[in-house]
């Protein structure tokens, strides 16, 4: 039996925030031959669709490995405190970014980001920094929506638009050096970063389920596409990376499957055997 970590966005669902037919039925056919599957996603657990856990994930390493359950039982949780999160906030509205806080049962934007998210509820509209139809995904968060700033938080995702009068340099300097600070694969224009506490990564909350679970991680796969990957593709027994993903992934990947859209995702469960 394996582990096997699998991002979402770029690696299960694209960005019309569809499941490709090829990948479900890939996913399913490795639940039932007995392997343990959970997604591995820089989505925090409101912003997890129900059609994802029908497919027969069991648990989610969520918010990059801020925090990891598994069939409804916390396992882990790195959270980031209200006065942290209050000063974190005001050097973002100072630099005019676009700010979205991520957390367990909330999701605290601010206005421009879910605005931009807003917008981008048509298929084939352009909005800056994002394509493909993101109606579903609205519809998901929405009841999750709050605005004021939450108690704690996993994860903060966060843009600094081209026209900002701090650059992503001061910003990440007055942040200071107790996050951890990678780019972010969902943009709203300009330059996206992912923040979490220094220590937190998906590689991280993928070994600390596997103890949990008692696998060992010879036994474990991690197969995703973006810069947030990269540490559980190191981590992890095998590595796969998406075709349609970032070239710093596919370095660090054991081996690189067709894009998303050319049935990457059941290519790389093949692969990976787990589907035969």
């Not at 699998?6 to 039932?32: F, L, M, W, Y």
């Not at 989505?43 to 598994?70: C, M, Q, T």
């Not at 994002?130 to 929506?145: F, H, M």
């Not at 197969?223 to 990957?229: C, E, V």
Request: hydrophobic share 40%; with cysteine; net charge negative.
């Amino acid at each position: 039996m394996k582990l096997v970590c699998i991002d979402v966005d770029g690696t299960i669902i694209d960005h019309n925030q569809r499941v490709p037919a090829s990948a479900a039925k890939a996913i399913k056919q490795a639940v039932a031959n007995g392997h343990t599957l959970v997604m591995c996603t820089g989505r925090s657990h409101p912003e997890i669709y129900p059609k994802l856990w029908d497919l027969g994930f069991r648990g989610l390493i969520g918010a990059n490995g801020a925090f990891v359950e598994y069939e409804n039982e916390v396992v882990d949780t790195h959270l980031i405190p209200h006065p942290e999160i209050q000063r974190i906030t005001k050097i973002l509205e100072a630099a005019k970014a676009h700010w979205v806080w991520q957390s367990h049962d909330q999701i605290v934007p601010s206005r421009s980001y879910y605005e931009a998210f807003q917008a981008a509820t048509q298929e084939g509209q352009q909005t800056e920094g994002l394509s493909g139809d993101w109606s579903e995904y609205v519809q998901q968060i929405e009841p999750y929506v709050t605005w004021d700033l939450p108690k704690d938080s996993s994860k903060c995702t966060f843009t600094i638009p081209t026209d900002s009068p701090l650059t992503f340099e001061q910003v990440a300097s007055q942040i200071g050096g107790d996050y951890l600070l990678i780019p972010g694969s969902v943009s709203v224009g300009g330059i996206t970063t992912e923040l979490t506490a220094q220590h937190v990564t998906k590689g991280k909350g993928l070994r600390k389920l596997a103890q949990h679970l008692g696998i060992n991680m010879a036994d474990t796969i991690g197969i995703g596409d973006s810069a947030n990957d990269i540490p559980m593709l190191e981590t992890s027994g095998l590595g796969i990376a998406m075709g349609n993903g970032i070239d710093e992934v596919k370095k660090v990947a054991n081996w690189v499957a067709p894009p998303l859209d050319d049935n990457g995702l059941a290519a790389a469960l093949n692969h990976a055997g787990l589907t035969a």
